[in-house]
């Protein structure tokens, strides 16, 4: 189980670095990155991190991350669209 729990953390220091860089690169420029554009370089990344979890948890645990943990991982939008301060 220790095996395990170290095999998935390692999954996520990979996935969380390799965004990381990816979101300092996109923000490179000085311009807030496109969502749309962001989401879509994401993808090969997470498809891959959820392929390796796939061989490491059980159906169940699985089943779990991507119906319970996932979603709270993602950044929540603002209530009521906008966001400008006002």
């Known amino acids: 189980e220790a095996s395990k729990l170290k ?3 390692d999954i996520f220091t990979t996935y969380y670095k390799a965004s990381d860089k990816l979101r300092e690169e996109m923000m490179s420029g000085g311009e807030r990155p496109d969502p749309q554009v962001m ?5 090969p990344m ?12 059980t159906e ?6 991507k119906d319970e943990i996932e979603p709270t ?4 939008r603002p ?7 006002n």
């Open 73 to 76: 991982t993602r950044p929540q």
């Open 39 to 43: 989401r879509e370089k994401m993808q």
């Open 60 to 65: 169940d645990q699985y089943k779990k991350w």
């Open 46 to 57: 997470t498809t891959e991190r959820d392929d390796k979890l796939k061989k490491v948890l």
């Open 7 to 9: 095999e998935v953390d």
């Open 79 to 85: 209530a009521g669209g906008g966001g400008n301060g």
